[in-house]
């Protein structure tokens, strides 16, 4: 009896998924399924071609030299398939149609969503998916069709336009902090990002000026960091455009502390695409509107 060899598109985003993210668990949760789904779909696909592609062991998947072999024949069939998709993105002429978009939950609340109303009256047939999320999206993939980073991208077929730069300020409740005196960094109660994004700079420089038993508050969403300043909790580092629009005004500090958060790079907003899509109408439609928006924004002092 001879082997079913079939072989869909969806196999080959399952390997490549394996193979970017070295685990089941991170691959199923990549694509959008359940671990035990992929499992069970990478055993039936290994058993279609009759190769082992991974080893298998608690510490996640170890490619084989099987698949290091077939891995450049894996990659081309990729590339043709998203030029493929690109390609059909093209014909478009009108704007309308679903943009996907991914950002940081604190610029999808404060920036896009006032946003919207003028943006959807402008262009009605146009319509909108947003991933307000810290997690990364890859571009190259079409996981999503324009991003709002906090860095521009060193890497990939992409363009890249930076929305607005503005300053990292420390940050608290009126009611904290009218009339107070300057305060030492260290001696704040403090609102921080909790360990799973211990990696971003705001976290990092937290960190290093400020003990650990001072945090009274981690989060992983800036919404509520900033909503739990305005309670008065306690200081936050936010970009002063997001504190004063959640109600917050910068705290007093000691001019050796006040240096030090002087020092941080402003922080920056890039808006990025991948460059077969800059000129799809509806993905243009937003790339030109938000450019447009944001700098007349800073322009009158709204930003």
Same mark, same amino acid.
Request: hydrophobic letters at 50%.
């Given at each position: 009896?001879?082997?079913?060899?079939?072989?869909?598109?969806?196999?080959?985003?399952?390997?490549?998924?394996?193979?970017?993210?070295?685990?089941?668990?991170?691959?199923?949760?990549? #694509?959008?399924?359940?671990?035990?789904?992929?499992?069970?779909?990478?055993?039936?696909?290994?058993?279609?071609?009759?190769? &082992? #592609?991974?080893?298998?062991?608690?510490?996640?998947?170890?490619?084989?030299?099987?698949?290091?072999?077939?891995?450049? !024949?894996?990659?081309?069939?990729?590339?043709?398939?998203?030029?493929?998709?690109?390609?059909?993105?093209?014909?478009?002429?009108?704007?309308?149609?679903? /943009?996907? !978009?991914?950002?940081?939950?604190?610029?999808?609340?404060?920036?896009?969503?006032?946003?919207?109303?003028?943006?959807?009256?402008?262009?009605?047939?146009?319509?909108?998916?947003?991933?307000?999320?810290?997690?990364?999206?890859?571009?190259?993939?079409?996981?999503?069709?324009? /991003?709002?980073?906090?860095?521009?991208?060193?890497?990939?077929?992409?363009?890249?336009?930076?929305?607005?730069?503005?300053?990292?300020? /420390?940050?608290?409740?009126?009611?904290?902090?009218?009339?107070?005196?300057?305060?030492?960094?260290?001696? #704040?109660?403090?609102?921080?990002?909790?360990?799973?994004?211990?990696?971003?700079?705001?976290?990092?420089?937290?960190?290093?000026?400020?003990?650990?038993?001072?945090?009274?508050?981690?989060?992983?969403?800036?919404?509520?960091?900033?909503?739990?300043?305005?309670?008065?909790?306690?200081?936050?580092?936010?970009?002063?455009?997001?504190?004063?629009?959640?109600?917050?005004?910068?705290?007093?500090? !000691?001019?050796?502390?006040?240096?030090?958060?002087?020092?941080?790079?402003?922080?920056?907003?890039?808006?990025?695409?991948?460059?077969?899509?800059?000129?799809?109408?509806?993905?243009?439609?937003?790339?030109?509107?938000?450019?447009?928006?944001?700098?007349? !924004?800073?322009?009158?002092? &709204?930003?």
């Amino acid at each position: 009896m001879a082997r079913d060899r079939t072989f869909r598109w969806d196999d080959l985003a399952l390997l490549m998924a394996c193979r970017r993210a070295g685990t089941l668990t991170a691959a199923a949760q990549n #694509l959008g399924l359940d671990p035990a789904t992929a499992s069970r779909r990478l055993t039936q696909l290994e058993t279609a071609l009759d190769v &082992v #592609l991974f080893h298998r062991s608690r510490d996640g998947l170890v490619e084989t030299a099987a698949l290091q072999a077939l891995v450049p !024949m894996a990659e081309a069939a990729e590339a043709a398939m998203l030029r493929f998709v690109q390609a059909a993105d093209g014909v478009e002429t009108e704007v309308q149609g679903t /943009v996907r !978009m991914s950002m940081p939950p604190g610029v999808a609340d404060t920036l896009l969503v006032p946003l919207l109303p003028r943006l959807l009256a402008r262009h009605p047939q146009l319509r909108l998916e947003i991933d307000a999320s810290t997690g990364y999206v890859d571009l190259e993939r079409r996981e999503a069709d324009l /991003v709002l980073r906090s860095h521009r991208p060193e890497h990939g077929d992409l363009v890249a336009a930076r929305l607005l730069e503005a300053r990292l300020a /420390v940050m608290g409740a009126p009611g904290n902090v009218d009339n107070a005196p300057p305060s030492e960094l260290a001696a #704040l109660p403090w609102i921080a990002w909790d360990h799973l994004l211990a990696h971003l700079p705001e976290a990092r420089w937290l960190a290093a000026n400020v003990p650990d038993a001072n945090i009274v508050l981690r989060s992983s969403a800036l919404a509520v960091q900033l909503a739990a300043a305005r309670s008065g909790v306690g200081a936050v580092l936010a970009v002063e455009v997001q504190g004063r629009h959640a109600g917050l005004v910068p705290v007093p500090l !000691m001019a050796a502390d006040q240096a030090k958060v002087d020092a941080l790079p402003p922080g920056a907003l890039w808006l990025v695409c991948h460059r077969a899509l800059r000129d799809v109408p509806r993905v243009s439609a937003v790339w030109n509107f938000l450019r447009d928006e944001v700098a007349e !924004m800073q322009r009158t002092g &709204v930003l």
